[in-house]
């Protein structure tokens, strides 16, 4: 089966192969914790084992599910019992800087229940959310039902991407990579734009405010 999986895919084959259902816990447990792992590929992999009979799909959705709710409040915890001091102190082992931190904690002022329930979708939120929800004292009942259905979408959505591309995942992956750098060329158009347009409304309120 390992030998079916291309590029990225290939280096957590020998894991799966070897640990199985206990690779996609600790591996999806611990970014829930913080650590940056690419959480979303070792579940992509599982589901692609999964769609050739080598693992349990429901199995699978299970042990992801489980390890990420875990996971995201094991976090919660530490945020919420362990305080700023604490995370500022280790974070920066798992690459939680104090100006990561910051902006992140921005972000959940305003958006609030968006980044639990869309955070798991994006790295650098997906690591930080639950640290962060905890340093907030946000309610653990809400929390809790919210993470578990960002949870449940996020851990679905990749598992069932592996499952139904199976054995297509070379062709498809190839397609990918070749288009990417077209992809990263748009959003950077974009994002080049969002930040003109940023720049300009503020230089415009600026001299609005100066007139008055």
């Not at 390992?2 to 206990?22: E, H, I, K, N």
């Not at 991407?161 to 158009?189: D, E, N, P």
């Not at 409304?201 to 007139?211: D, G, L, M, S, T």
Request: one cysteine or more; a positive charge.
């Amino acid at each position: 089966m390992s030998s079916q999986l291309p590029g990225v895919f290939q280096s957590f084959a020998p894991t799966l192969d070897r640990y199985g259902y206990a690779a996609v816990i600790l591996l999806v447990g611990l970014e829930g914790v913080g650590i940056p792992l690419p959480g979303q590929i070792i579940l992509i992999a599982a589901g692609i084992y999964a769609g050739a009979g080598e693992l349990s799909l429901a199995l699978v959705l299970i042990a992801g599910f489980l390890a990420a709710v875990c996971g995201d409040n094991t976090g919660y915890a530490i945020g919420r019992f362990g305080g700023r001091a604490l995370v500022l102190r280790f974070g920066r082992y798992v690459f939680l800087t104090e100006k990561r931190l910051a902006a992140t904690e921005r972000f959940f002022a305003r958006r609030g229940v968006f980044v639990v329930l869309i955070g798991r979708f994006v790295d650098g939120l997906r690591q930080a959310s639950g640290i962060v929800c905890g340093l907030a004292r946000m309610k653990w009942r809400r929390y809790f039902a919210f993470n578990a259905l960002g949870s449940t979408l996020w851990v679905g959505a990749w598992v069932f991407a592996g499952y139904l591309a199976g054995s297509h995942i070379a062709a498809i992956y190839a397609t990918v990579s070749h288009h990417a750098k077209y992809l990263f060329a748009g959003l950077a158009v974009l994002v080049t734009a969002a930040l003109a347009g940023w720049a300009l409304k503020r230089r415009y309120n600026r001299q609005a405010a100066a007139e008055c």
